[in-house]
């Protein structure tokens, strides 16, 4: 949507976290828009289904192309569209519903795969256009409009999972920090292979973690996000491993490995092993 | 008097070489200049299990697996205790007697057909002992083997010469074994060798190809019965160069990914059976909805969930129209020959690029596996399919207005979203009452583009007439064709066009007072469909994983027909 269009009711929250990562994305896209010298519409923005999906109509400036599909399948309809034209630059946005819970079948084979796409999570721990039902990523024994007792499942550790399942680039994020996460969104695009950028991203209405993740010094509130450190080795898994041990939410690049080949080109690779036959060839083995 | 056609079933444990026994047999006969197909029922399991496989070998074009057995090759006990019964009274059993003994059964005759081989000094060679002493009873003349097996085994190797001679003595040995007792079946007439050039297919394949011929570019897909034999073509042959066929995690991977492909300009296609369409429903809403083409090719298998991965039935016809919630009816081609496979796939890439969604293409188990002569298709009359791309500039309404825009595709201007939820020209996320009216009347009134004129007829002065869908094709025109011969007052329809149905046809139906429509599945689905559109069309159901056989049509058409016309009479 690239003018005010009035049809277009959806509006997220004030304050949402959202709006940050828009900004963020709208950077991430037209600083790489710029270095590689290619048209806004080389980008593909696959967003999924909750107030994360909107994002794709509410970009401003020059825009890309866009599938606001169904609910959890962002991932493999990335796949068709990357493996159909590699050229392209696709972006998954996506909550953390629909990332983890009903489409989380699909990251370990994109991981494995290695599926040269971005995917950037908006993680608010909560369904937010539901109204306010538990994610995942809510806290174990919290109380939602699903939970009227308490959770009952454990928190699951996105970054973790990431991890063990092979994600090539794992990033993780803030939306309080448009610039430094816009920054985090182009090295995940930049990555030949499949990468994902793991924001916080606070639904104000449901889940409002903004003090708990900056902190507040004043109310004696320690923040849970703290900075990968510069030394922090991004090609050592085991190093970072060891970081999520340390608690609270890390931010940078987690996990960066350089040295597997995309599955775009290792289908390349095996066009020299396959001889491709015209269809005349095809119908001609069957004669008799 | 000369027999026209005649059917060998060859039956025993699954690895045995049954299916390439009757393989063989069908295709040596078409060498020969024979019409074949092949019929198959496998055990849903690796090794072993009860299996078997038929060849009909005729003069004349045949569409159907044959009603009766005129020989069976009983390679076990088991097999001949299972399929003794459908052999003719004047019909040959053939068994193995180095495994087994029949007592009792003055059809049976034994032929340690292994043995036999493994004295020609090549243990491979059980099924031309066989093919010898099937030539026997049939009185067909041992040079047109021999001419075959010369022409087979001939291929520039070094040990060729060794092959073609051990092949030819167990023909040899076959027939002579056979040829000292009184057994014999008659003569079958000889062969009316097609002049044009053939194939020997099966449904499958010419899917995988047809596809392929009408500009296949993108193939995403999931092993399962009776599918994975497309999955495998294409991983094989759909390379190289701005061509992929990949195996995804899931079915609903498969939907989206070519979901994706499709949207990103290629023209796309999976293939699947009745489980994996269950997990498309959602995919395949969105396709119609945000209007992007692609195909999904169903093999249907019988019964829901799990049912029967390895028999025949013709039970999804509702899940394919209306797969998904919502409003949606999809363009439906159903095939009902190996032929049709190749030519259905080559509409059904067609139908998806013109009117920019999503097509099924249905075929069945039993067409799926039948390996069947046809005439080779011709490439020059095929083309590419084609969309209608837009080359515009930037800020291009994609859904504006109430028919088919051209279809922007990314890395060229002209950025639009391609929306699931319902939306308004630029495909944003509307509410309105009027755009929900709009974009449905939209996407409804496209499904005109793709109706079709031709269509068969035969006989269409008369009130009744017989209409068959997919592969019950065979044997319905089988019985059709013998009823009219006898002078039964109806009429014959046939499209492989469900949805949309060419218009001129559904015309002439309106008008009749009854069609007949053979189908296998209980709920009688497509005369269901028909009676919704304003036919009398009434079923002739059946639901036991096997086709029909003509006879059976034979006798219930002709029972309905006489009803109906009693019924005209007294009013």
Redesign the interface.
């Given at each position: 949507m690239s003018k005010k269009n009035p049809e277009y009711d959806f509006k997220w929250c004030p304050g949402c976290g959202d709006f940050g990562v828009r900004r963020a994305l709208e950077m991430a896209m037209i600083n790489r828009a710029e270095e590689t010298s290619q048209p806004m519409e080389n980008n593909v923005v696959v967003a999924g289904i909750g107030c994360s999906g909107n994002l794709v109509h509410l970009l401003e400036g020059d825009q890309p192309y866009g599938i606001h599909g169904i609910h959890g399948r962002s991932l493999p309809i990335a796949l068709g569209v990357k493996m159909a034209q590699p050229t392209l630059n696709v972006v998954v946005v996506a909550g953390d519903g629909d990332f983890l819970s009903i489409g989380g079948e699909h990251i370990a084979p994109q991981a494995a795969r290695n599926l040269n796409i971005c995917a950037v999570v908006m993680d608010n721990g909560v369904y937010g256009l539901t109204k306010g039902q538990s994610s995942p990523t809510t806290l174990e024994g919290a109380i939602t409009s699903s939970t009227p007792y308490g959770k009952l499942e454990i928190k699951t550790n996105p970054l973790e999972l990431y991890l063990t399942l092979g994600v090539s680039f794992i990033a993780s994020g803030f939306s309080g920090q448009p610039r430094p996460l816009a920054e985090l969104i182009k090295q995940g695009m930049e990555h030949s292979g499949f990468s994902i950028v793991h924001v916080q991203s606070p639904c104000t209405t449901y889940n409002d973690t903004f003090i708990q993740l900056k902190g507040d010094q004043k109310n004696g509130i320690q923040p849970t996000l703290w900075d990968i450190p510069e030394e922090h080795d991004t090609s050592d898994r085991a190093a970072a491993h060891e970081l999520l041990q340390q608690g609270g939410l890390p931010v940078g690049v987690l996990y960066n490995d350089n040295d597997r080949l995309p599955l775009d080109q290792n289908v390349v690779t095996t066009w020299e092993k396959a001889q491709p036959k015209t269809v005349e060839q095809l119908l001609g083995a069957f004669e008799f | 008097m000369q027999m026209r056609d005649f059917v060998v079933r060859f039956a025993g444990e699954g690895g045995q070489g049954v299916v390439t026994s009757a393989e063989g047999l069908a295709?040596s006969s078409?060498?020969v200049g024979y019409h074949a197909l092949t019929f198959a029922t496998f055990p849903s399991q690796i090794l072993g299990g009860p299996t078997w496989t038929q060849a009909r070998i005729a003069v004349d074009p045949v569409l159907a697996p044959g009603d009766d057995v005129n020989v069976l090759v009983a390679f076990n006990q088991d097999a001949y205790d299972a399929h003794h019964q459908d052999v003719l009274p004047d019909g040959v059993v053939i068994f193995n007697s180095t495994e087994f003994e029949i007592e009792g059964d003055d059809r049976s005759f034994g032929l340690p057909f292994e043995e036999l081989a493994k004295s020609t000094g090549n243990n491979r060679a059980a099924n031309m002992v066989i093919m010898g002493a099937l030539a026997h009873l049939i009185n067909m003349p041992q040079e047109h083997l021999i001419s075959f097996v010369e022409e087979r085994f001939n291929r520039g190797r070094a040990e060729d010469a060794e092959i073609i001679r051990s092949n030819i003595e167990a023909l040899n040995l076959g027939r002579n074994h056979i040829a000292e007792s009184s057994f014999s079946l008659g003569e079958l007439a000889p062969p009316e060798t097609p002049k044009y050039?053939?194939?020997?297919?099966k449904g499958n394949?010419a899917v995988s190809?047809g596809s392929?011929?009408a500009g296949l570019?993108?193939y995403?897909g999931y092993p399962i019965s009776p599918a994975t034999p497309i999955l495998l073509y294409m991983e094989?042959?759909l390379?190289?160069?701005d061509?992929?066929a990949?195996q995804?995690?899931?079915e609903?991977?498969s939907i989206?990914?070519?979901?994706?492909?499709?949207?990103?300009?290629?023209r796309?296609m999976t293939a699947t059976s009745g489980p994996g369409v269950s997990l498309m429903s959602?995919?395949l809403?969105?396709a119609w909805i945000?209007e992007i083409p692609l195909v999904v090719v169903n093999v249907q298998r019988g019964g829901p969930a799990t049912g029967l991965p390895t028999k025949t039935e013709q039970s999804d016809l509702f899940g394919c129209m209306y797969p998904a919630h919502g409003d949606v009816k999809l363009p439906i081609i159903a095939a009902g020959t190996v032929e049709e496979c190749f030519y259905g796939a080559v509409k059904a890439i067609e139908w998806a690029e013109k009117y920019q969604g999503p097509v099924i293409l249905m075929t069945e188990m039993s067409l799926a596996e039948r390996a069947q002569?046809i005439p080779?298709?011709d490439?020059s009359k095929i083309q590419e399919a084609k969309r209608v791309v837009y080359s515009g500039s930037?800020?291009y309404l994609r859904y504006a207005g109430n028919g088919l825009s051209p279809m922007?595709i990314?890395?060229?201007?002209?950025?639009?979203?391609?929306?699931?939820?319902e939306h308004?020209d630029?495909?944003?996320?509307?509410?309105?009452g009027e755009?929900h009216v709009q974009m449905t009347e939209r996407r409804f009134g496209k499904i005109k583009l793709l109706e079709e004129d031709d269509y068969e007829s035969d006989q269409i002065e008369n009130s009744i007439a017989v209409m068959s869908w997919g592969g019950s094709k065979g044997p319905a025109r089988e019985a059709y064709d013998k009823l009219k011969e006898s002078g039964l007052p109806v009429g014959w329809y046939y499209t492989m066009f469900l949805n949309p149905l060419p218009p001129k046809l559904l015309e002439e139906l309106k008008q009749k007072d009854l069609v007949i429509v053979p189908e296998l599945n209980y709920q009688g689905q497509f005369s269901s469909i028909l009676r919704s559109l304003g036919v009398k069309a009434e079923s002739i159901t059946q639901y036991t994983g096997l086709p029909f056989k003509a006879r059976t049509l034979v006798e219930k058409i002709t029972e309905m027909t006489n009803a109906r016309l009693k019924e005209t009479v007294k009013v």
């Open positions: - | 295709q078409t060498q050039q053939q194939l020997m297919i394949e190809i392929m011929a570019e993108f995403a094989r042959n390379v190289g160069k061509r992929l990949y995804v995690s899931s609903i991977e989206t990914a070519i979901l994706g492909a499709g949207y990103a300009g290629k796309s959602e995919g809403g969105l945000a002569n080779k298709p490439l930037n800020g922007p990314p890395g060229n201007p002209g950025a639009y979203v391609a929306n699931g939820s308004d630029m495909g944003d996320t509307t509410h309105l755009r």
